[in-house]
Protein backbone atom coordinates (compact mmCIF):
# COMPACT_ATOMS: atom_id res chain seq x y z
CA UNK A 1 0.00 0.00 0.00
CA UNK A 2 1.29 3.27 -0.94
CA UNK A 3 2.15 5.98 1.64
CA UNK A 4 -0.65 8.16 0.26
CA UNK A 5 -3.46 4.83 0.85
CA UNK A 6 -2.04 4.66 3.64
CA UNK A 7 -2.71 8.10 4.98
CA UNK A 8 -6.14 8.42 3.10
CA UNK A 9 -7.29 5.21 5.06
CA UNK A 10 -5.97 7.06 8.26
CA UNK A 11 -8.13 10.24 7.52
CA UNK A 12 -11.01 8.07 6.42
CA UNK A 13 -11.85 6.77 9.89
CA UNK A 14 -12.26 9.97 11.78
CA UNK A 15 -14.94 11.07 12.96
CA UNK A 16 -16.53 12.84 9.95
CA UNK A 17 -14.66 12.25 7.57
CA UNK A 18 -15.20 10.14 4.09
CA UNK A 19 -13.08 8.51 1.34
CA UNK A 20 -13.41 11.43 -0.59
CA UNK A 21 -12.42 14.32 2.13
CA UNK A 22 -9.67 11.95 3.32
CA UNK A 23 -8.39 11.79 -0.12
CA UNK A 24 -8.76 15.91 -0.21
CA UNK A 25 -7.14 16.55 2.74
CA UNK A 26 -3.85 14.15 1.68
CA UNK A 27 -4.21 15.98 -1.55
CA UNK A 28 -4.12 19.20 0.32
CA UNK A 29 -0.80 18.30 2.73
CA UNK A 30 0.66 16.81 -0.77
CA UNK A 31 0.28 20.69 -2.43
CA UNK A 32 1.05 22.60 0.96
CA UNK A 33 4.38 23.27 2.54
CA UNK A 34 6.46 20.41 3.92
CA UNK A 35 7.32 22.29 6.96
CA UNK A 36 3.54 22.78 7.81
CA UNK A 37 2.74 18.78 7.40
CA UNK A 38 5.99 18.26 9.39
CA UNK A 39 4.50 20.32 12.07
CA UNK A 40 1.05 18.80 11.71
CA UNK A 41 2.46 15.06 12.35
CA UNK A 42 4.95 16.41 15.47
CA UNK A 43 1.34 17.78 17.17
CA UNK A 44 0.18 14.30 16.42
CA UNK A 45 2.46 12.42 17.90
CA UNK A 46 3.10 14.53 20.87
CA UNK A 47 -0.41 14.30 21.30
CA UNK A 48 0.20 10.92 21.29
CA UNK A 49 2.66 10.81 23.86
CA UNK A 50 2.03 13.67 26.14
CA UNK A 51 -1.57 13.95 26.48
CA UNK A 52 -3.49 11.60 28.83
CA UNK A 53 -6.38 11.79 31.50
CA UNK A 54 -6.25 13.63 34.75
CA UNK A 55 -6.01 11.00 37.54
CA UNK A 56 -8.45 13.01 39.60
CA UNK A 57 -11.22 14.33 37.29
CA UNK A 58 -10.01 12.36 33.93
CA UNK A 59 -9.96 15.96 32.22
CA UNK A 60 -7.30 15.81 29.15
CA UNK A 61 -3.76 16.43 30.67
CA UNK A 62 -0.14 16.54 30.20
CA UNK A 63 0.47 16.12 33.70
CA UNK A 64 -1.04 13.73 36.43
CA UNK A 65 -3.29 16.27 37.16
CA UNK A 66 -5.22 18.28 34.99
CA UNK A 67 -4.80 22.43 35.10
CA UNK A 68 -7.86 22.71 37.06
CA UNK A 69 -6.94 20.29 40.00
CA UNK A 70 -3.62 21.79 40.21
CA UNK A 71 -5.39 25.17 40.49
CA UNK A 72 -5.27 25.78 44.28
CA UNK A 73 -7.95 28.89 43.49
CA UNK A 74 -10.52 26.65 42.04
CA UNK A 75 -13.13 25.94 44.37
CA UNK A 76 -13.00 22.61 45.71
CA UNK A 77 -16.29 22.11 47.28
CA UNK A 78 -18.04 21.93 43.73
CA UNK A 79 -17.73 19.71 41.22
CA UNK A 80 -19.49 19.44 37.61
CA UNK A 81 -20.04 15.89 35.88
CA UNK A 82 -19.66 15.76 32.26
CA UNK A 83 -20.10 12.80 30.35
CA UNK A 84 -17.05 13.55 27.94
CA UNK A 85 -13.51 15.51 28.71
CA UNK A 86 -14.65 17.85 25.58
CA UNK A 87 -17.45 18.83 27.47
CA UNK A 88 -14.98 20.55 30.38
CA UNK A 89 -13.58 22.80 27.71
CA UNK A 90 -17.18 24.24 26.96
CA UNK A 91 -18.15 24.94 30.48
CA UNK A 92 -14.81 26.01 30.97
CA UNK A 93 -15.14 28.95 27.94
CA UNK A 94 -18.16 30.41 29.83
CA UNK A 95 -15.81 31.80 32.47
CA UNK A 96 -18.83 31.34 35.23
CA UNK A 97 -17.68 28.15 36.87
CA UNK A 98 -15.12 28.25 39.35
CA UNK A 99 -15.49 24.79 40.57
CA UNK A 100 -13.75 21.26 39.98
CA UNK A 101 -14.71 18.72 37.08
CA UNK A 102 -15.48 14.90 36.87
CA UNK A 103 -15.37 12.99 33.57
CA UNK A 104 -18.00 10.34 33.47
CA UNK A 105 -16.01 9.11 30.17
CA UNK A 106 -20.12 8.18 28.95
CA UNK A 107 -23.30 7.55 29.89
CA UNK A 108 -25.68 4.78 31.16
CA UNK A 109 -26.28 3.48 27.81
CA UNK A 110 -27.52 -0.22 27.95
CA UNK A 111 -27.91 -0.85 24.38
CA UNK A 112 -24.68 -0.59 23.73
CA UNK A 113 -23.72 -2.53 27.08
CA UNK A 114 -22.21 0.63 29.40
CA UNK A 115 -23.05 0.30 32.88
CA UNK A 116 -21.93 2.14 35.99
CA UNK A 117 -18.80 -0.31 35.83
CA UNK A 118 -17.74 0.85 32.27
CA UNK A 119 -17.62 4.59 33.70
CA UNK A 120 -16.01 6.91 36.21
CA UNK A 121 -18.48 6.73 38.92
CA UNK A 122 -16.27 4.39 41.88
CA UNK A 123 -14.15 6.99 41.34
CA UNK A 124 -16.66 9.92 41.84
CA UNK A 125 -17.92 8.62 45.21
CA UNK A 126 -14.46 8.03 46.16
CA UNK A 127 -13.39 11.48 45.33
CA UNK A 128 -16.50 12.93 47.51
CA UNK A 129 -16.15 10.12 50.49
CA UNK A 130 -12.20 11.18 50.80
CA UNK A 131 -12.61 14.96 51.00
CA UNK A 132 -15.34 14.55 54.32
CA UNK A 133 -18.10 16.67 53.69
CA UNK A 134 -15.59 19.00 51.94
CA UNK A 135 -18.05 18.53 48.54
CA UNK A 136 -20.62 20.89 49.16
CA UNK A 137 -22.27 20.67 45.98
CA UNK A 138 -22.42 17.94 42.67
CA UNK A 139 -23.86 19.62 39.49
CA UNK A 140 -24.70 17.11 36.95
CA UNK A 141 -24.41 18.49 33.61
CA UNK A 142 -24.94 15.21 31.56
CA UNK A 143 -26.70 16.00 28.34
CA UNK A 144 -30.59 16.10 28.36
CA UNK A 145 -31.04 12.92 26.07
CA UNK A 146 -32.79 10.03 27.33
CA UNK A 147 -29.51 8.15 28.80
CA UNK A 148 -28.11 11.79 29.90
CA UNK A 149 -31.36 11.95 31.89
CA UNK A 150 -30.96 8.96 33.37
CA UNK A 151 -27.59 8.90 34.54
CA UNK A 152 -28.24 11.64 36.31
CA UNK A 153 -30.89 10.66 38.42
CA UNK A 154 -28.46 7.04 38.98
CA UNK A 155 -25.86 9.62 40.05
CA UNK A 156 -28.54 11.20 42.10
CA UNK A 157 -29.25 8.15 43.91
CA UNK A 158 -25.36 7.54 44.46
CA UNK A 159 -24.33 10.99 45.89
CA UNK A 160 -27.23 12.23 48.00
CA UNK A 161 -26.58 9.91 50.80
CA UNK A 162 -23.12 10.79 50.88
CA UNK A 163 -23.80 14.44 51.72
CA UNK A 164 -23.61 17.01 48.84
CA UNK A 165 -26.44 19.05 47.43
CA UNK A 166 -27.04 17.40 44.17
CA UNK A 167 -28.37 19.83 41.23
CA UNK A 168 -29.21 19.71 37.27
CA UNK A 169 -28.01 21.95 34.76
CA UNK A 170 -31.22 24.20 33.87
CA UNK A 171 -32.98 23.37 30.47
CA UNK A 172 -35.38 25.81 28.40
CA UNK A 173 -35.20 28.43 26.02
CA UNK A 174 -31.58 29.25 24.22
CA UNK A 175 -30.52 32.31 24.81
CA UNK A 176 -31.43 35.09 21.73
CA UNK A 177 -33.87 32.48 20.22
CA UNK A 178 -37.56 33.12 19.27
CA UNK A 179 -39.89 31.40 21.56
CA UNK A 180 -41.95 30.32 17.96
CA UNK A 181 -39.16 28.88 16.83
CA UNK A 182 -38.83 26.54 19.81
CA UNK A 183 -40.00 22.64 19.97
CA UNK A 184 -42.55 22.12 22.51
CA UNK A 185 -40.99 19.58 24.67
CA UNK A 186 -38.59 22.52 25.32
CA UNK A 187 -40.76 24.81 26.32
CA UNK A 188 -42.72 22.60 28.32
CA UNK A 189 -39.77 21.77 30.33
CA UNK A 190 -38.97 25.51 30.61
CA UNK A 191 -42.46 26.46 31.76
CA UNK A 192 -42.14 23.52 34.38
CA UNK A 193 -38.40 25.07 35.17
CA UNK A 194 -39.57 28.67 35.62
CA UNK A 195 -38.39 31.53 37.74
CA UNK A 196 -39.80 33.99 39.90
CA UNK A 197 -38.47 37.31 38.68
CA UNK B 1 -59.82 19.86 4.06
CA UNK B 2 -60.31 18.13 0.31
CA UNK B 3 -57.98 16.49 -1.36
CA UNK B 4 -57.74 18.22 -5.18
CA UNK B 5 -54.95 16.59 -6.84
CA UNK B 6 -52.44 13.48 -6.71
CA UNK B 7 -50.20 12.61 -8.49
CA UNK B 8 -48.67 9.08 -7.87
CA UNK B 9 -45.45 7.77 -9.03
CA UNK B 10 -44.49 4.11 -9.18
CA UNK B 11 -46.48 3.03 -5.97
CA UNK B 12 -47.76 -0.37 -6.08
CA UNK B 13 -49.13 -1.08 -9.04
CA UNK B 14 -50.67 2.22 -10.06
CA UNK B 15 -47.74 3.62 -12.38
CA UNK B 16 -47.65 6.71 -12.80
CA UNK B 17 -50.91 8.82 -12.66
CA UNK B 18 -52.05 12.46 -12.24
CA UNK B 19 -55.59 12.74 -10.84
CA UNK B 20 -58.04 15.78 -10.24
CA UNK B 21 -60.28 14.79 -7.49
CA UNK B 22 -63.91 16.18 -7.58
CA UNK B 23 -64.80 18.19 -4.60
CA UNK B 24 -67.83 15.15 -3.47
CA UNK B 25 -65.06 12.74 -4.00
CA UNK B 26 -65.26 9.24 -5.96
CA UNK B 27 -66.21 5.97 -6.27
CA UNK B 28 -63.16 3.96 -7.78
CA UNK B 29 -64.87 0.98 -9.35
CA UNK B 30 -63.12 -2.49 -10.23
CA UNK B 31 -62.33 -5.69 -10.55
CA UNK B 32 -60.51 -7.56 -7.22
CA UNK B 33 -56.08 -7.15 -7.66
CA UNK B 34 -56.77 -4.03 -9.79
CA UNK B 35 -55.48 -1.87 -7.37
CA UNK B 36 -58.50 -0.08 -5.65
CA UNK B 37 -57.07 -0.59 -2.01
CA UNK B 38 -53.62 0.71 -3.18
CA UNK B 39 -55.26 3.83 -4.02
CA UNK B 40 -56.42 4.62 -0.82
CA UNK B 41 -53.41 3.76 0.54
CA UNK B 42 -51.54 6.14 -1.92
CA UNK B 43 -53.67 8.77 -0.67
CA UNK B 44 -53.66 7.72 3.62
CA UNK B 45 -50.04 7.57 3.20
CA UNK B 46 -49.96 11.38 2.65
CA UNK B 47 -51.81 11.05 6.34
CA UNK B 48 -49.67 9.21 8.23
CA UNK B 49 -46.27 8.63 6.07
CA UNK B 50 -46.79 5.02 6.37
CA UNK B 51 -49.36 2.07 5.03
CA UNK B 52 -52.85 1.52 6.46
CA UNK B 53 -52.22 -1.90 5.76
CA UNK B 54 -48.96 -2.20 7.65
CA UNK B 55 -46.95 -2.58 4.61
CA UNK B 56 -43.26 -1.62 5.01
CA UNK B 57 -42.13 1.22 2.92
CA UNK B 58 -39.89 -0.63 0.38
CA UNK B 59 -43.24 -2.96 -0.40
CA UNK B 60 -45.23 -0.05 -1.97
CA UNK B 61 -42.52 0.43 -4.49
CA UNK B 62 -43.39 -0.87 -7.84
CA UNK B 63 -41.44 -4.10 -8.71
CA UNK B 64 -38.19 -3.04 -10.86
CA UNK B 65 -38.53 0.46 -9.54
CA UNK B 66 -36.18 2.48 -7.32
CA UNK B 67 -38.15 4.85 -5.58
CA UNK B 68 -42.24 5.80 -5.27
CA UNK B 69 -43.73 9.37 -4.73
CA UNK B 70 -47.15 10.30 -3.66
CA UNK B 71 -47.79 14.00 -3.99
CA UNK B 72 -51.18 15.70 -2.72
CA UNK B 73 -52.79 19.11 -3.52
CA UNK B 74 -55.13 19.97 0.01
CA UNK B 75 -57.58 22.50 -0.67
CA UNK B 76 -58.84 23.70 2.61
CA UNK B 77 -62.76 24.56 2.62
CA UNK B 78 -62.16 28.11 2.90
CA UNK B 79 -61.31 28.93 -0.65
CA UNK B 80 -59.61 31.86 0.54
CA UNK B 81 -57.17 30.01 2.05
CA UNK B 82 -54.28 28.72 -0.25
CA UNK B 83 -53.80 25.54 -0.90
CA UNK B 84 -51.17 23.28 0.45
CA UNK B 85 -48.83 20.08 -1.45
CA UNK B 86 -47.80 17.35 0.53
CA UNK B 87 -45.20 15.12 -0.62
CA UNK B 88 -43.52 11.52 0.27
CA UNK B 89 -41.14 9.77 -1.35
CA UNK B 90 -39.13 6.77 -0.26
CA UNK B 91 -35.83 5.38 -2.03
CA UNK B 92 -35.51 1.44 -1.92
CA UNK B 93 -31.43 1.62 -2.15
CA UNK B 94 -30.85 4.38 0.37
CA UNK B 95 -34.26 3.38 2.42
CA UNK B 96 -34.35 6.99 2.67
CA UNK B 97 -37.88 8.46 3.10
CA UNK B 98 -38.27 12.33 1.98
CA UNK B 99 -41.53 14.67 3.24
CA UNK B 100 -42.37 17.85 2.07
CA UNK B 101 -44.60 20.48 2.85
CA UNK B 102 -44.98 23.57 0.05
CA UNK B 103 -41.35 22.47 -1.17
CA UNK B 104 -40.05 22.51 2.08
CA UNK B 105 -38.76 19.67 4.10
CA UNK B 106 -40.48 19.80 7.49
CA UNK B 107 -37.57 19.76 10.54
CA UNK B 108 -38.98 17.41 12.29
CA UNK B 109 -40.98 14.36 10.08
CA UNK B 110 -43.89 14.58 12.59
CA UNK B 111 -44.59 17.87 11.77
CA UNK B 112 -45.69 16.43 8.41
CA UNK B 113 -48.36 14.19 9.92
CA UNK B 114 -52.00 14.77 9.71
CA UNK B 115 -52.29 17.45 7.10
CA UNK B 116 -54.77 15.27 5.27
CA UNK B 117 -57.28 15.08 7.99
CA UNK B 118 -58.49 11.33 6.21
CA UNK B 119 -60.23 8.49 8.01
CA UNK B 120 -59.88 4.95 6.42
CA UNK B 121 -62.82 2.43 6.76
CA UNK B 122 -61.27 -1.08 5.64
CA UNK B 123 -62.42 -4.67 6.26
CA UNK B 124 -59.11 -5.73 8.30
CA UNK B 125 -60.72 -2.93 11.01
CA UNK B 126 -62.46 -6.04 12.50
CA UNK B 127 -59.10 -6.76 13.78
CA UNK B 128 -59.34 -3.56 15.67
CA UNK B 129 -62.17 -5.53 18.01
CA UNK B 130 -60.79 -9.54 17.03
CA UNK B 131 -57.23 -8.69 17.73
CA UNK B 132 -55.36 -8.46 20.63
CA UNK B 133 -54.88 -5.36 22.61
CA UNK B 134 -52.06 -4.23 20.74
CA UNK B 135 -53.64 -3.66 17.48
CA UNK B 136 -56.28 -1.09 19.53
CA UNK B 137 -53.31 0.95 21.00
CA UNK B 138 -52.02 1.17 17.54
CA UNK B 139 -55.67 2.86 17.11
CA UNK B 140 -55.34 5.42 20.07
CA UNK B 141 -51.73 5.96 19.36
CA UNK B 142 -52.33 7.43 15.75
CA UNK B 143 -55.53 8.78 16.56
CA UNK B 144 -53.44 11.10 19.44
CA UNK B 145 -50.84 11.39 17.63
CA UNK B 146 -52.59 13.04 15.07
CA UNK B 147 -55.14 14.91 17.08
CA UNK B 148 -53.55 16.01 20.35
CA UNK B 149 -50.57 18.24 20.65
CA UNK B 150 -47.23 16.49 22.80
CA UNK B 151 -48.90 12.54 22.47
CA UNK B 152 -46.41 11.23 20.33
CA UNK B 153 -43.17 12.93 21.41
CA UNK B 154 -44.46 11.14 25.18
CA UNK B 155 -45.30 8.06 23.51
CA UNK B 156 -42.04 8.06 21.19
CA UNK B 157 -40.09 9.04 24.73
CA UNK B 158 -42.08 6.14 26.33
CA UNK B 159 -41.02 3.69 23.78
CA UNK B 160 -36.93 5.40 24.05
CA UNK B 161 -36.96 4.28 28.00
CA UNK B 162 -38.59 1.62 27.95
CA UNK B 163 -36.24 -0.57 25.88
CA UNK B 164 -33.19 0.87 27.35
CA UNK B 165 -34.41 0.07 30.63
CA UNK B 166 -35.61 -3.59 29.67
CA UNK B 167 -31.76 -3.64 28.47
CA UNK B 168 -30.55 -3.20 31.91
CA UNK B 169 -32.96 -5.59 33.32
CA UNK B 170 -32.17 -8.37 30.56
CA UNK B 171 -28.89 -7.84 31.24
CA UNK B 172 -28.98 -8.17 35.28
CA UNK B 173 -27.66 -4.70 36.12
CA UNK B 174 -28.44 -4.01 39.76
CA UNK B 175 -31.55 -2.50 40.87
CA UNK B 176 -30.42 1.32 41.17
CA UNK B 177 -29.38 1.27 38.13
CA UNK B 178 -32.58 -0.37 36.34
CA UNK B 179 -34.36 2.55 39.02
CA UNK B 180 -32.47 5.33 37.28
CA UNK B 181 -34.64 4.45 34.07
CA UNK B 182 -37.96 5.23 36.10
CA UNK B 183 -38.10 9.04 36.17
CA UNK B 184 -38.22 9.31 32.42
CA UNK B 185 -40.38 6.13 32.16
CA UNK B 186 -43.22 7.20 34.42
CA UNK B 187 -43.03 11.42 32.98
CA UNK B 188 -43.69 10.14 29.86
CA UNK B 189 -45.90 7.22 30.13
CA UNK B 190 -48.18 9.31 32.84
CA UNK B 191 -48.57 11.78 29.62
CA UNK B 192 -49.50 8.60 27.86
CA UNK B 193 -51.69 7.17 29.75
CA UNK B 194 -53.50 10.63 30.86
CA UNK B 195 -54.36 11.35 27.22
CA UNK B 196 -55.44 7.50 26.49
CA UNK B 197 -57.76 7.67 29.44
CA UNK B 198 -58.90 10.94 28.40
CA UNK B 199 -60.22 10.52 25.23
CA UNK B 200 -61.60 6.81 25.80
CA UNK B 201 -63.92 8.82 28.64
CA UNK B 202 -64.30 11.53 26.27
CA UNK B 203 -65.66 9.23 23.29
CA UNK B 204 -67.11 6.33 24.95
CA UNK B 205 -70.28 8.14 24.64
CA UNK B 206 -70.16 8.85 21.06
CA UNK B 207 -68.77 5.07 20.74
CA UNK B 208 -72.29 3.41 22.27
CA UNK B 209 -73.80 5.90 19.99
CA UNK B 210 -72.56 5.49 16.92
CA UNK B 211 -72.48 1.95 17.71
CA UNK B 212 -76.84 1.88 18.94
CA UNK B 213 -77.09 3.58 15.38
CA UNK B 214 -75.94 1.05 13.17
CA UNK B 215 -76.88 -2.02 15.43
CA UNK B 216 -80.78 -0.65 15.76
CA UNK B 217 -80.79 -0.46 19.34
CA UNK B 218 -78.10 -2.29 20.66
CA UNK B 219 -76.29 -1.60 23.26
CA UNK B 220 -71.76 -1.27 23.75
CA UNK B 221 -69.49 0.29 25.70
CA UNK B 222 -65.90 1.71 25.13
CA UNK B 223 -63.60 1.43 28.45
CA UNK B 224 -59.95 1.98 28.74
CA UNK B 225 -58.20 -0.52 30.83
CA UNK B 226 -54.71 0.71 31.57
CA UNK B 227 -52.86 -1.39 33.00
CA UNK B 228 -51.40 0.54 35.91
CA UNK B 229 -54.70 1.38 37.86
CA UNK B 230 -55.47 4.64 37.84
CA UNK B 231 -58.26 4.77 40.30
CA UNK B 232 -58.60 8.07 42.31
CA UNK B 233 -55.55 9.50 39.96
CA UNK B 234 -57.04 12.82 38.87
CA UNK B 235 -53.75 15.29 37.69
CA UNK B 236 -50.54 14.42 35.78
CA UNK B 237 -49.11 14.18 39.10
CA UNK B 238 -51.00 11.66 40.74
CA UNK B 239 -50.54 9.35 37.65
CA UNK B 240 -46.87 9.55 37.92
CA UNK B 241 -47.48 8.64 41.57
CA UNK B 242 -49.98 5.38 40.59
CA UNK B 243 -47.05 4.14 37.80
CA UNK B 244 -44.22 5.00 39.98
CA UNK B 245 -45.59 2.70 42.68
CA UNK B 246 -46.90 -0.29 40.90
CA UNK B 247 -43.46 0.01 39.07
CA UNK B 248 -41.85 -0.52 42.62
CA UNK B 249 -43.92 -3.15 43.38
CA UNK B 250 -43.69 -5.10 40.49
CA UNK B 251 -39.39 -4.74 40.76
CA UNK B 252 -38.94 -8.65 41.81
CA UNK B 253 -41.21 -9.79 39.46
CA UNK B 254 -39.38 -7.51 36.21
CA UNK B 255 -35.89 -8.54 37.51
CA UNK B 256 -36.86 -12.71 37.53
CA UNK B 257 -39.26 -11.81 33.73
CA UNK B 258 -36.16 -9.49 32.12
CA UNK B 259 -38.35 -7.13 31.56
CA UNK B 260 -40.56 -3.98 32.32
CA UNK B 261 -43.85 -5.62 33.17
CA UNK B 262 -46.03 -3.21 34.41
CA UNK B 263 -46.75 0.17 31.74
CA UNK B 264 -49.16 1.81 29.02
CA UNK B 265 -47.44 -0.45 27.14
CA UNK B 266 -49.75 -3.44 27.84
CA UNK B 267 -52.91 -1.33 28.31
CA UNK B 268 -56.08 -2.15 26.82
CA UNK B 269 -59.13 -0.50 25.44
CA UNK B 270 -62.36 -2.86 26.22
CA UNK B 271 -64.87 -2.77 24.06
CA UNK B 272 -67.93 -4.83 25.20
CA UNK B 273 -71.48 -6.01 24.45
CA UNK B 274 -74.55 -4.02 26.92
CA UNK B 275 -76.65 -7.20 27.44
CA UNK B 276 -79.52 -7.40 29.93
CA UNK B 277 -77.35 -9.08 32.71
CA UNK B 278 -73.84 -8.64 32.09
CA UNK B 279 -71.99 -7.41 29.72
CA UNK B 280 -69.87 -9.45 27.43
CA UNK B 281 -66.78 -8.63 25.73
CA UNK B 282 -66.96 -8.46 21.94
CA UNK B 283 -63.61 -9.68 21.02
CA UNK B 284 -64.76 -13.24 22.66
CA UNK B 285 -68.28 -12.93 22.68
CA UNK B 286 -69.15 -10.89 19.46
CA UNK B 287 -70.49 -12.03 15.91
CA UNK B 288 -68.95 -11.05 13.35
CA UNK B 289 -71.12 -8.35 12.44
CA UNK B 290 -71.17 -7.43 15.61
CA UNK B 291 -67.67 -6.88 15.16
CA UNK B 292 -67.40 -5.38 12.24
CA UNK B 293 -70.18 -2.86 13.54
CA UNK B 294 -67.61 -1.83 16.44
CA UNK B 295 -65.04 -1.74 14.45
CA UNK B 296 -66.91 1.05 11.84
CA UNK B 297 -68.14 2.87 15.15
CA UNK B 298 -64.76 3.43 16.74
CA UNK B 299 -63.34 4.47 12.91
CA UNK B 300 -66.70 7.10 13.64
CA UNK B 301 -65.50 8.32 16.73
CA UNK B 302 -61.84 8.62 15.38
CA UNK B 303 -63.48 11.04 12.27
CA UNK B 304 -65.57 13.06 15.12
CA UNK B 305 -62.50 13.00 16.61
CA UNK B 306 -60.71 14.98 13.49
CA UNK B 307 -64.18 17.30 13.14
CA UNK B 308 -63.79 18.27 16.69
CA UNK B 309 -60.10 18.72 17.46
CA UNK B 310 -59.04 19.89 13.97
CA UNK B 311 -62.33 21.86 12.88
CA UNK B 312 -62.30 20.24 9.56
CA UNK B 313 -64.66 17.94 7.85
CA UNK B 314 -62.32 15.14 7.26
CA UNK B 315 -61.97 12.94 4.00
CA UNK B 316 -63.57 9.87 4.27
CA UNK B 317 -61.60 6.73 2.58
CA UNK B 318 -63.71 3.65 2.17
CA UNK B 319 -62.12 0.36 1.13
CA UNK B 320 -65.22 -2.17 0.25
CA UNK B 321 -66.91 -1.94 3.71
CA UNK B 322 -69.83 -2.76 2.63
CA UNK B 323 -69.36 -6.20 1.42
CA UNK B 324 -69.66 -7.51 4.72
CA UNK B 325 -72.26 -6.31 6.26
CA UNK B 326 -76.02 -7.12 6.64
CA UNK B 327 -78.28 -5.37 4.61
CA UNK B 328 -79.69 -3.26 7.57
CA UNK B 329 -76.50 -2.13 9.12
CA UNK B 330 -75.24 -0.81 5.90
CA UNK B 331 -78.15 0.80 5.23
CA UNK B 332 -77.48 2.72 8.64
CA UNK B 333 -73.83 3.25 8.39
CA UNK B 334 -74.63 5.25 5.22
CA UNK B 335 -77.70 7.09 6.89
CA UNK B 336 -74.77 7.77 9.81
CA UNK B 337 -71.83 9.03 7.33
CA UNK B 338 -74.89 11.16 4.88
CA UNK B 339 -75.92 12.47 8.29
CA UNK B 340 -72.61 12.96 9.46
CA UNK B 341 -70.49 15.95 8.87
CA UNK B 342 -68.35 14.22 6.63
CA UNK B 343 -66.56 16.24 3.63
CA UNK B 344 -64.42 14.31 0.27
CA UNK B 345 -65.19 10.57 0.25
CA UNK B 346 -63.37 8.14 -1.82
CA UNK B 347 -64.77 4.32 -1.95
CA UNK B 348 -63.34 1.90 -3.63
CA UNK B 349 -66.34 -1.37 -4.51
CA UNK B 350 -66.36 -3.95 -7.15
CA UNK B 351 -69.19 -3.29 -8.58
CA UNK B 352 -71.41 -0.23 -9.76
CA UNK B 353 -74.36 -1.79 -7.77
CA UNK B 354 -72.01 -1.89 -4.63
CA UNK B 355 -71.76 2.12 -4.81
CA UNK B 356 -74.42 2.78 -2.23
CA UNK B 357 -72.98 5.87 -0.53
CA UNK B 358 -73.99 9.47 -2.46
CA UNK B 359 -75.25 7.02 -5.19
CA UNK B 360 -76.28 9.77 -7.37
CA UNK B 361 -73.59 12.36 -6.64
CA UNK B 362 -70.30 10.83 -6.88
CA UNK B 363 -68.44 10.38 -9.68
CA UNK B 364 -67.54 6.66 -11.26
CA UNK B 365 -63.69 6.06 -12.03
CA UNK B 366 -62.53 2.57 -13.17
CA UNK B 367 -59.45 0.92 -12.37
CA UNK B 368 -57.90 -1.50 -14.30
CA UNK B 369 -54.34 -3.41 -13.95
CA UNK B 370 -53.57 -0.14 -11.88
CA UNK B 371 -54.70 2.05 -14.58
CA UNK B 372 -57.63 4.37 -13.36
CA UNK B 373 -59.72 5.98 -16.00
CA UNK B 374 -62.20 9.30 -15.08
Known amino acids: ?197 | MRLSGLAIRHFRNLGSQELELPSEGVALIGDNAQGKSNFLEAIYYLETLRSFRGARDQELISFEEGVFRVAGTMQPTDASVRSEVVAAAFERRGKRKKVTVDGAEPVRMGDALGHLAAVVFSPADIDLVSGGPSERRRFIDIVLSLNQPGYMSALQGYRKVLVRRNASLKTGQPGAVVQAWDKGLVTAGAVVMGARRDWVQGRGGAFGDYYRRVSNGEGARMAYRPNVSLEGATSGEDICAAFQEALSASSERERRMGTTVVGPHRDDILLRLEDADDELDLRTYGSGGQRRTAALALRLVEAQTIRDTRSQRPLILLDDVFAELDEGRSERVLELMEAEETGQVVLTAPKEADVRLRRDSLPRWRIESGKIST
Request: charged share 30%; with cysteine; net charge negative.
Open chain 1, 1 to 197: MSVIDTLTGEFARLPGVGPKTALRLVHHLMKGKKDDTRRLARAMVELADRVRSCDVCGNFSEDALCEICSNPRRDQGILCVVEEAYEVGAIERTGQFRGLFHVLGGRLSPLDGIGPDELHMDSLLARIRDVEGRVREVIVATNSSVEGEATAVYLEQEIRPLGPTVTRLARGIPVGSDLEYVDGTTIAQALAGRREM
